[in-house]
């Protein structure tokens, strides 16, 4: 399977606890996204990466959340001191560089604070 | 106002009917326009991409772009049950590089 991986699926975790998620994009993409999607809305920006460089980062997140693309491959995504409003799907999506490249989306990691 | 906007529904269209769903946008300088399709826990798939005003056809699927309008739609022709999903309308463009999604519009088809 070439597509973006993400793990894992599922995470459940008590409030105040550090969680970490990791994408593997489809190998010849350079852009690597990160969305936030919560139930009735929209996929909600993050950040995102061209290669290693992390580009931008939404003004909505919070410094709790970092992410990382150590060589420009997979990425990872961690939440620090989780809340209960974190509860969300966080989508990984992988392109070729460009505006005009669509993104591919890997199935999700679902993230339930207790 | 918000960056991309799309009537939430769920609109309802018979089996066999036309499904009309539109997104307007508010960046002038967007380039680049997706439609994407989301089964309910299921991530986004990919339907189709459009760059220029007009028309682009695509099996079933007809994507439609107005830029002096700032809207861009999508037509489901023969509309299937199995096409009862939501539908997200993406745009990236010139004053930023990253996609901007709107909140999806759902739609079902009644057999």
């Known amino acids: 399977d070439t597509g973006v991986s993400q793990n894992p699926r599922h995470k459940i975790t008590k409030r105040g606890q550090n969680v970490t998620f990791r994408c593997d994009p489809i190998s010849e993409h350079n852009r690597l996204y990160w969305y936030r999607q919560t139930l009735g809305q929209g996929p909600e920006f993050l950040t995102y990466f061209q290669n290693e460089a992390q580009l931008e980062k939404s003004r909505l997140l919070s410094d709790r959340f970092s992410a990382e693309r150590p060589k420009g491959s997979f990425s990872t995504l ?3 001191r989780t809340e209960q409003g974190d509860s969300a ?3 990984c999506a992988s392109s ?3 505006q005009y490249q669509p993104q591919h989306f890997g199935d999700g990691t679902r993230l339930s604070i207790l | ?3 991309v906007e ?3 529904g769920p609109l309802s269209v018979p089996e066999g009917a036309i499904a009309s769903l539109n997104c307007t946008y508010s960046d002038r300088g967007s380039q680049s326009f997706f439609w994407y399709r989301q089964y309910s826990g299921k991530s986004p798939e990919l339907i189709m991409f459009i760059y220029s005003n007009g028309d682009k056809e695509d099996g079933r699927f007809t ?3 107005n830029k002096a309008s700032q809207y ?3 037509l489901i022709r023969d509309s299937q049950p199995s096409d009862s999903a939501t539908y997200l309308c993406a745009v990236s463009g010139a004053s930023y590089d990253k996609v901007i999604f709107g909140p999806g519009t759902s739609l079902s088809v009644i057999p």
Do not use: P, R, W
């Open chain 1, 78 to 80: 961690e939440i620090q």
């Open chain 1, 89 to 91: 799907m966080y989508l």
């Open chain 1, 96 to 98: 070729l560089g460009g």
């Open chain 2, 1 to 3: 106002q918000k960056e």
């Open chain 2, 6 to 8: 799309q009537n939430s």
């Open chain 2, 63 to 65: 994507a439609q772009l």
């Open chain 2, 72 to 74: 861009v739609s999508l």
